[in-house]
């Protein structure tokens, strides 16, 4: 599969589109999405330069916003089904502690979030729990295509 990932750290030029091997469910509750949309911000930014703290296995996956299509749900999932077009919640935190079941997932001790902790979602099929995903409204459409219109 195609992926937006980094060679290394110190700028946005050690970031390459690589051909990366697609990844697997490996857990009951997770969900292989086929990504449709990603969006990259200041936290992409903030990762391409290296993160204090933060050991970074290359090529390193950039992305944390992302929306696709449910292509294969793990033996527990329920919440949603193959074709369901959802939505990503990048952080990653453990649901058990007291900090997650109070709903304080931020405070997590072992909070990580896509892209920045671990592989991101800028490429063309993304691995995460199915609770990180909400389905996308159907009205919704992936992309509003804008006519292009010549500058005078």
């Known amino acids: ?3 937006l990932a980094l060679t290394g750290t110190g700028g ?17 509750d997770q969900v292989l999405l086929r990504v449709q949309a990603i969006a990259l911000n200041r936290l992409d930014l903030f990762v391409a330069q290296g993160l204090p703290g933060i050991a970074y296995r290359f090529p ?3 992305g944390c916003d992302a929306a696709g299509t449910v292509q294969q749900v ?3 999932v329920k919440q949603v089904r193959p ?6 919640n990048p952080t990653l935190s453990c649901g058990q ?10 405070l997590c001790a072992t909070m990580r979030v896509l892209g920045e902790h671990c592989s991101g ?11 990180n995903l909400a389905l996308v409204p159907p009205a919704m459409p992936w992309h509003r295509p804008r006519p292009f219109r010549s500058q005078p």
């Open 1 to 3: 599969m195609k992926a």
């Open 12 to 28: 946005l030029q050690q970031v390459q589109v690589q051909e990366l091997p697609e990844p697997t469910i490996q857990s009951p």
């Open 60 to 62: 390193h996956v950039v």
């Open 74 to 76: 793990g033996a527990a």
């Open 83 to 88: 074709g369901d077009r959802v939505m990503v």
């Open 97 to 106: 502690c007291s900090a997650c079941l109070e709903g304080e997932e931020s």
């Open 121 to 131: 979602t800028a490429a063309e099929y993304v691995v995460v729990p199915a609770e």
